[in-house]
């Protein structure tokens, strides 16, 4: 039983730097290829969550009524102080498009274009508007908030859509709610490998690592409303459940 203990205790990872350390090393910059010219067609047995004509496949993370976010040019804008939205519909294991834009930079640091793309409403991909902006590298744009700088900083200035394609893996709990794997993350940020199958600590939070809670296989996928007017396209989903 020891040995079974110590082999889960094992499969989360620990991390040497401090959360949102400001010593720990930024990743080199990289100019990517020049944004698309329009939205990135999902194939054909994806799951639309967002094509640019409406919010049905959202709902407000408060109180599960409509969303409060607008529509703008074919986009979803965050309405400050509206907060969060999740998906109506849950998912698990997944591969995961989302293009998104910062809007004109006001401010440094984690202020312009702040957002976040929660898997399973735990796990956060920093949206952030990190192009010749410094901050802690566990919190710039590609980063696993709190856990993993990106492996380059590959950034569009502000006013151009940025593209996240994501494939998760959730974690997997035992009947007690131990962890017998935790979460794995591999993200393509403007066509650039960011994080390359990275396991996470747990959930995501500010300034700490909390452990991992047992939870349901599917939850929805929430977006961030940080107070900034973040735009977000052509968002689809694949699921890689097993069957």
Same mark, same amino acid.
């Given at each position: 039983?020891?040995?079974? =203990?110590?082999? =889960?205790?094992?499969?989360?990872?620990?991390?040497?730097? %401090?959360?949102?350390?400001?010593?720990?090393?930024?990743?080199?910059?990289?100019?990517?290829?020049?944004?698309? *010219?329009?939205?990135? *067609?999902?194939?054909?047995? !994806?799951?639309?969550?967002?094509?640019? %004509?409406?919010?049905? @496949?959202?709902?407000? *993370?408060?109180?599960?009524?409509?969303?409060?976010?607008?529509?703008?040019?074919? !986009?979803? #804008?965050?309405?400050?102080?509206?907060?969060?939205?999740?998906?109506?519909?849950? +998912?698990? &294991?997944?591969?995961?498009?989302?293009?998104?834009?910062?809007?004109?930079?006001?401010?440094? &640091?984690?202020?312009?274009?702040?957002?976040?793309?929660?898997?399973?409403?735990?796990? #956060?991909?920093? $949206?952030?508007?990190?192009? #010749?902006?410094?901050?802690?590298?566990?919190?710039? *744009?590609?980063? $696993?908030?709190?856990?993993?700088?990106?492996? !380059?900083?590959?950034?569009?200035?502000?006013?151009?859509?940025?593209?996240?394609?994501? $494939? +998760?893996?959730?974690?997997?709990?035992?009947?007690?709610?131990?962890?017998? /794997?935790?979460?794995?993350?591999?993200?393509?940020?403007?066509? $650039?490998?960011?994080? &390359?199958?990275?396991?996470?600590?747990?959930? /995501? !939070?500010?300034?700490?690592?909390?452990?991992?809670? @047992?939870?349901?296989?599917?939850?929805?996928?929430? =977006?961030?409303?940080?107070?900034?007017?973040?735009?977000?396209?052509?968002?689809?989903?694949?699921?890689?459940?097993?069957?």
């Amino acid at each position: 039983m020891k040995a079974v =203990l110590l082999m =889960l205790t094992q499969a989360v990872p620990s991390i040497p730097w %401090a959360p949102h350390d400001t010593t720990r090393p930024l990743p080199p910059v990289i100019h990517p290829a020049p944004a698309p *010219a329009g939205p990135i *067609a999902p194939p054909g047995d !994806a799951v639309v969550l967002f094509s640019g %004509a409406d919010l049905s @496949a959202w709902a407000s *993370a408060k109180d599960s009524g409509a969303a409060g976010w607008r529509l703008v040019d074919g !986009a979803m #804008e965050v309405v400050p102080g509206t907060g969060d939205i999740e998906t109506r519909q849950a +998912f698990g &294991d997944c591969q995961l498009h989302v293009e998104w834009m910062t809007p004109p930079r006001k401010g440094n &640091d984690q202020e312009p274009g702040n957002s976040g793309v929660f898997l399973m409403s735990h796990y #956060e991909v920093q $949206v952030l508007d990190s192009y #010749e902006n410094r901050t802690y590298a566990d919190g710039m *744009a590609g980063a $696993v908030y709190g856990q993993y700088p990106p492996l !380059a900083n590959a950034s569009r200035p502000p006013l151009e859509w940025q593209t996240y394609d994501i $494939v +998760f893996r959730r974690p997997r709990f035992d009947a007690q709610g131990r962890v017998l /794997t935790p979460a794995l993350v591999t993200i393509m940020y403007n066509g $650039v490998l960011v994080q &390359d199958h990275v396991a996470l600590t747990g959930p /995501t !939070a500010h300034m700490r690592r909390p452990p991992y809670e @047992a939870h349901p296989d599917r939850q929805p996928l929430k =977006l961030q409303d940080h107070g900034q007017k973040v735009r977000f396209r052509s968002i689809w989903i694949r699921d890689l459940e097993a069957p």
